[in-house]
């Protein structure tokens, strides 16, 4: 099996750790799980369409471990149900990458944001919340679990996104630092990828640049960093903004 070589010259290697892909429906989420399957993860991905699923699985598993499961993360109630299923099948969670929005909420009485705006982070957020369990079991001090939020970002200031009321102590002004620091206690880092709206719209390539930026936020190297947000175009690997 061949090592995986990131930014900074870290070969990657995680055999006998977990990772869980939340959708594998696009080329990118696919694209991510099978750069860890073959880096020696055991990959648990997730695709609503069952026969899809299963073709995943099985094209994955000739190169290492995969299970799918056949879900739809953009209900809240089955997002919930999966994560409790996945904590009690999963003892240790090392890496969370999720490639689409999840669990869409209702629309909010602010005006600075549009409904899509303000439902960008929610799903991800429980979600992750909902594996603190999983994720804490599979982290250490030198080496936490690693969550990579892939997605459209431009446009949207972080500092701003309002946050459902009891689900995290994350207010109206918080930053994505501030986000983040959230996790820092269980031993969770979270960083975000920033395809933006050029990439998608055009259709341009930048799955190369995408699969760089993952394999350096999931290097050892990569072990503090947090609260960034990672901007891909698709010339090449974008700049970094810690937004502090």
């Known amino acids: 099996m061949g090592d995986f070589i990131s930014l900074d010259g870290e070969a990657l290697q995680f055999e006998g750790k977990c990772a869980l892909v939340t959708s594998t429906a696009n080329e990118t989420g696919l694209q991510v799980a099978d750069m860890l399957v073959k880096a020696g993860?055991?990959?648990?991905?997730?695709?609503?369409?069952?026969?899809?699923?299963?073709?995943?699985v099985e094209a994955l598993r000739r190169?290492?471990?995969?299970?799918?499961?056949?879900?739809?993360?953009?209900?809240?109630s089955t997002l919930s149900h999966f994560s409790h299923l996945l904590n009690e099948e999963v003892s240790k969670l090392h890496i969370l990458v999720s490639v689409e929005r999840l669990a869409r909420i209702a629309q909010s009485s602010s005006s600075e944001f549009t409904v899509r705006e303000r439902e960008q982070l929610h799903g991800e957020l429980d979600l992750i919340q909902e594996l603190v369990p999983s994720l804490h079991a599979g982290s250490t001090a030198v080496d936490p679990a690693r969550v990579i939020l892939i997605g459209d970002f431009a446009g949207l200031r972080l500092s701003q996104v309002p946050l459902r009321q009891g689900t995290s102590p994350v207010t109206d002004s918080s930053t994505a630092t501030e986000i983040a620091q959230q996790f820092v206690e269980h031993r969770i880092n979270l960083n975000f990828v920033d395809l933006g709206p050029p990439c998608i719209a055009a259709g341009a390539s930048h799955a190369s640049p995408l699969l760089a930026c993952v394999r350096h936020l999931t290097s050892i190297r990569a072990a503090?960093?947090?609260?960034?947000?990672?901007?891909?175009?698709?010339?090449?690997?974008?700049?970094?903004?810690g937004l502090a």
């Open 224 to 241: 503090h960093t947090r609260g960034e947000v990672q901007r891909v175009a698709p010339a090449g690997y974008g700049d970094s903004d």
């Open 63 to 76: 190169s290492g471990k995969a299970k799918g499961y056949a879900v739809n993360l953009q209900d809240p």
């Open 41 to 56: 993860a055991t990959v648990y991905l997730v695709n609503r369409d069952q026969r899809e699923c299963s073709m995943q």
